[in-house]
């Protein structure tokens, strides 16, 4: 039960775009298509799995031992850096059909804040590794709800008659502002605060 | 050289024109006071790292040099939150995550790789400056509209000096709640955004 609400924090009442304020490059960058915004989830749901499991082993069991804590900052982002290369070299080799699916997203996600903000979220938190990867899974999930929430109203909007100074960015901001108002509602659910 | 302090604060302003830097300018401009705190960090990160970056720019290798800046530039930041937690420890608390994370804001490794890689250390020194001065002006000022309306105070520091009431006693009774919560930062970047790019005359 306790996962259970750890997740829901994490994917909705905490929505790391929304409330949050992270991701948010990647969140204006590539939500103006459907299409994607979803390949770009499905690479942050990939990564930030992955690199909040590796980044908690090395922080827990290298960066603590040998008390070398003031170098997190540094090895965290040369590792999310190079995770993503070997995962791009991976799924190359053995899984073509992702390859092409996640392609030029992989590459994008080293500069995602959001990566690096939800590794050093799990330790600043102090969460053990089931903790961590229900963590990661629920944020990257609620990634993905924003994006292609926000991806299917950019396409609605698109031919809608937008005062001048308003088109592109400054819309998708307010669109982001009533977005993040709706989610504002969840809070309280299950006692979950902000 | 002159023109390289100018150009980052105004025609190339980080967040404004170029929209990069967006987490941190929306997620610490809650008051006045945190979102200063967030620009000085920054211009010292930016100009520090412009600066090692332009002086050893002869000894990089071209195709190592991404993870070089990213070394140096963590260096900066890690200094940057070890000496705030230890002075500033109530600013440090409200910024959080985001001390560490100026280390992917995407200002420092682009004035790194745009322009401190290929320009004289003087240069790079006033790019630094400029795109960081240009960056804290517009965290302030959408710190200040935040916090104005949100609280009904400005400049109130946690643990020191309470801020000015711009609005009077009974205002601070029933701010605009609204305004320091996350949806009133999206919607203050808008509307300074498009203002923006009225005055520019781009639209």
């Known amino acids: 039960m306790d996962l259970f609400l750890l997740f829901l924090a994490a994917f909705l009442v905490n929505n790391i775009v929304l409330l949050r304020f992270l991701g948010l490059c990647p969140f204006f960058g590539v939500s103006s298509k459907l299409e994607t915004a979803i390949g770009m989830s499905m690479a942050v749901i990939f990564v930030m799995t992955l690199s909040s499991i590796i980044t908690w082993l090395l922080y827990n069991y290298i960066l603590v031992p040998l008390h070398l804590v003031y170098l997190r900052t540094a090895t965290f982002i040369l590792v999310i850096a190079s995770l993503v290369q070997f995962t791009e ?21 080293t500069t995602n804040c959001a990566i690096l903000g939800v590794a050093f979220l799990n330790i600043d938190y102090g969460h053990s590794i089931i903790q961590t990867i229900v963590y990661a899974i629920g944020v990257a999930l609620g990634f993905m709800l924003a994006l292609v ?46 | 050289m002159f023109r390289h302090f100018v150009n980052g604060i105004l025609k190339e302003n980080p967040v404004l024109v170029l929209a990069i830097g967006l987490c941190p300018t929306l997620a610490v401009s809650t008051s006045a006071y945190n979102a200063l705190g967030m620009g000085v960090a920054v211009i010292f990160v930016l100009t520090m790292s412009n600066l090692i970056v332009s002086a050893a720019r002869k000894v990089i290798p071209q ?37 560490p994370l100026i280390v992917v804001n995407c200002i420092i490794l ?54 000015f009431k711009v609005f009077g006693e009974g205002f601070l009774n029933y701010p ?23 005055l520019t005359g781009e639209a």
């Open chain 2, 176 to 198: 605009v709640l609204f305004m320091i919560l996350p949806p009133g930062g999206f919607l203050v970047i808008a509307f300074l955004m498009a203002l923006s790019r009225k």
């Open chain 1, 89 to 109: 070299l991976f799924l190359k080799k053995s899984a073509p059909a992702l390859y092409k699916a996640l392609g030029i997203f992989l590459p994008l996600i």
């Open chain 2, 110 to 163: 682009g004035r790194a790789e745009g322009f401190a890689y290929k320009h004289s250390v003087p240069a790079a020194l006033l790019d630094g400056l400029g795109s960081g001065i240009g960056f804290t002006l517009v965290i302030f000022i959408i710190g200040s509209i935040r916090e104005i309306l949100g609280a009904g105070t400005w400049m109130s520091i946690p643990g020191g000096f309470e801020g």
């Open chain 2, 63 to 99: 195709n190592l040099r991404i993870p070089i800046f990213i070394i140096i530039i963590s260096t900066f930041v890690t200094i940057t939150d070890y000496v705030m937690k230890a002075y500033l420890p109530e600013l440090a608390k409200n910024l959080g995550v985001f001390v």
């Open chain 1, 149 to 194: 929430l926000m991806a299917g109203i950019r396409e609605r909007i698109e031919f809608a008659p937008i005062p001048k100074p308003f088109k592109g960015l400054p819309i998708a901001f307010i669109l982001a502002s009533l977005m993040a108002l709706a989610f504002l509602g969840f809070v309280g659910l299950f006692g979950l605060s902000l």
